[in-house]
């Protein structure tokens, strides 16, 4: 059985960080993207970052780049999201995501066809 589950989520005042870790388990990943999503109240979930899990390239939207950083801790097999600078427009659900597809139009990145969600992790940011 797939799990993620997720942690490192809170709350942080604006210009603070916060590292969110995704523990995958149940099956290899090797050839899959994985990555992160969130969802603000009252807005639709929008696509944050994401890495080729075997290595290569990763994905960044341009809300959050130069601030936040995917990177996979090899020796827990975890996903983890370094969050720098945070912005209150930063506060949101954030989910990870496993075995998507990723595509771009207009500069912006979207997924599809997901095959594994976390239950979520609360980042709240203050002003």
């Known amino acids: 059985q797939v799990q993620l589950v997720e942690s490192g989520g809170g709350l942080v005042q604006a210009g603070g960080s916060l590292r969110l870790s995704c523990a995958a388990s149940g099956r290899s990943f090797d050839n899959k993207i994985m990555g992160w999503l969130r969802q603000a109240p009252g807005k639709e979930r929008e696509f944050v970052a994401a890495?080729?899990?075997?290595?290569?390239?990763?994905y960044y939207a341009e809300s959050v780049k130069g601030r936040f950083t995917i990177f996979r801790d090899n020796t827990q097999n975890t996903l983890c999201l370094q969050m720098n600078s945070l912005k209150p427009e930063d506060t949101a659900v954030y989910y990870c995501?496993?075995?998507?597809?990723?595509?771009?139009?207009?500069?912006?990145?979207?997924?599809?066809?997901?095959?594994?969600w976390g239950q979520g992790t609360q980042v709240t940011v203050s002003s």
């Open positions: 995501a496993a075995d998507f597809t990723i595509y771009s139009r207009d500069d912006y990145y979207y997924t599809r066809e997901t095959r594994y």
């Open positions: 890495l080729a899990w075997g290595g290569g390239s990763s």
